[in-house]
C-alpha cells in the first residue's frame, strides 16, 4: 500500500494523488513473544523503512494502549477541530517540497524504499512494568479467539488516538480481499453477523471524526506477494499469537484453513465470499444515542429481542463477590451480542485497560442517573385533603 501511495504521488503519474500521507507502526513484540532484541531490531529496520520513505512517521508500542484516555471509546465530531490552513495550500506546499527534494536528487519526486545513507535510531522501549501489565492482560484471557479480538481492539484504538491526536482524519488500512474473506466469516461466527459491512467494507465511519478506509481490499493476498517480490518491495514479518495449541488455536486461524484449502481447488471461493460481503447494508451498525451504542466496538446494540436469543444464557455472568459500577455483569448491557461473547472471556474486570473501566462505569452511572429521573416523578403523589 506504501508503495502504492508513493507512485501515486510521483511527478509521472497521470492522475496524482492529492493528500498529505503519514505512517504508523504499531509496536506488538511483547504479546508476540518476541525478546527486548528481537524487537529493537525490528524497530531499528521498520524506522530505516519509514525514514526512507521521506514522510511523516509515528511508532508507537502496544503498551501505551493501557494509558488511551476514556475518550477514545466516544465517537468524536466531524469539523470539531480547530481550522488550520487552508487544504489546498498544504497539498500544494507538499508537492512543492517535493518537487524541490527530487531536483537535488536528480529530478525523481518519489522517494523511494531504499535503506541506503539512512541512519538507524535507538529505539525507546517502554518500561518492563507496563509490559508486564500487557502481558498479565493478555494473560487472563481464556481463549486465543478472544486474545486476537482483544489485539485488534487494541491495535484500533491506538492508531485512531494516534490519528487524532496528529490531526489526521482518515486512516488507510493495508487489508487484502483475502484478509477481507476470513474477516468476513470470522465476524459472523463470532455473532457480528449485522456489522460484517462495516468491519469489512471499504469505508468504516464508526468512529465519526476519523475514517477508516481499506483501498487494498480489492487484492489477494497473492497478487500482493507477486508484486512485492517483482518490485522488491521490503517487509518485515513478526510472529503470531503465542498460543499453547497447535491445532485448531482459534476460530479465524479454522476459517483460514478452511477458505485457503478451498481456494487451492475452487480459485474464486475468495472473491466469491468478498462480492458477498459487498451486497452487506452498513445501516444496522449505526447509532443514533450514546445508550444504543456497543462500548467497545461503537456499533449500535443488537440486543432488542434478547429474551429471543437461543444463547442467552451464555450471557449471564454470576459474580456474586463484585457488585454495583465495579461488577463485569453491570457492562453487559452496554455491549452489543458479539462483544458480549469475547469481553466474558477477557478475565477479571482489574485486569482490563483503565480507559475501558472509566467509560464503562461512567456509562453504568449516566444510566442510573437517567433511570432515577425518570422514576421520580412517579413517585411523587399529590396529597390528599
Known amino acids: 500500500m506504501l508503495r502504492q501511495v508513493q507512485e501515486g504521488l510521483s511527478r509521472e503519474t497521470a492522475k496524482r494523488l492529492r493528500f498529505i500521507p503519514g505512517l504508523i507502526y504499531v509496536d506488538e513484540g511483547a504479546v ?212 499453547k495449541r497447535r491445532e485448531k488455536p482459534s476460530i479465524r486461524y479454522l476459517i483460514e484453513r478452511f477458505l485457503l484449502g478451498l481456494q487451492e481447488d475452487f480459485p474464486s471461493t475468495i472473491s466469491t465470499v468478498y462480492r458477498t460481503g459487498e451486497k452487506l447494508s452498513p445501516d444496522p451498525a449505526k447509532a443514533s444515542c450514546e445508550e444504543e451504542r456497543c462500548l467497545l466496538c461503537l456499533c449500535a446494540l443488537d440486543i432488542a429481542w434478547e429474551e429471543d436469543l437461543a444463547l442467552e444464557p451464555t450471557l449471564i455472568l454470576e459474580e456474586p463477590e463484585e457488585s454495583g459500577a465495579e461488577s463485569k455483569a453491570a457492562f453487559i448491557p452496554l455491549l452489543c451480542y458479539g462483544c458480549r461473547l469475547t469481553f466474558k472471556e477477557l478475565g477479571p474486570l482489574a485486569m482490563l485497560p483503565p480507559y475501558i473501566r472509566t467509560e464503562g462505569q461512567r456509562r453504568i452511572h449516566r444510566a442510573e442517573m437517567m433511570q432515577q429521573s425518570q422514576e421520580a416523578p412517579e413517585d411523587e403523589e399529590p396529597s390528599q385533603s
Open 32 to 243: 508476540r513473544r518476541q525478546s527486548l532484541a528481537q524487537r529493537e531490531k525490528n524497530l531499528v529496520h521498520m524506522e530505516t523503512l519509514l525514514q526512507a520513505t521521506g514522510f511523516p512517521y509515528h511508532l508507537v508500542h502496544l503498551e501505551e494502549a493501557l494509558e488511551l484516555p476514556a475518550s477514545i471509546l466516544q465517537p468524536g465530531t466531524r469539523g470539531s477541530r480547530e481550522p488550520g490552513p487552508s487544504y489546498k495550500e498544504a497539498v500544494e506546499g507538499f508537492i512543492q517540497e517535493q518537487r524541490q527534494d527530487g531536483d537535488r536528487d536528480g529530478g525523481t519526486s518519489l522517494p523511494g524504499l531504499s535503506t541506503q545513507d539512512v541512519p538507524p535510531t535507538s529505539p525507546h522501549l517502554p518500561t518492563a512494568a507496563h509490559t508486564q501489565k500487557l502481558l498479565q492482560l493478555f494473560e487472563a484471557v481464556e481463549t486465543t479467539t478472544a486474545r486476537e479480538e482483544l489485539l485488534q481492539m487494541l491495535r484500533t484504538h491506538l492508531i485512531l488516538q494516534t490519528a487524532r491526536t496528529r490531526g489526521y482524519t482518515k486512516v488507510m488500512t493495508g487489508e487484502s480481499c483475502t484478509r477481507v474473506a476470513i474477516k468476513l466469516l470470522t465476524n459472523m461466527s463470532l455473532g457480528r453477523g449485522a456489522f460484517v459491512a462495516v468491519d469489512t467494507g471499504f469505508v468504516d465511519d464508526r468512529h465519526g471524526d476519523v475514517i477508516v478506509v481499506r483501498p487494498m481490499r480489492d487484492y489477494t493476498a497473492k497478487e500482493i506477494a507477486f508484486y512485492n517480490h517483482f518490485f522488491s518491495v521490503p517487509t518485515v514479518t513478526v510472529p503470531p499469537l503465542f498460543t
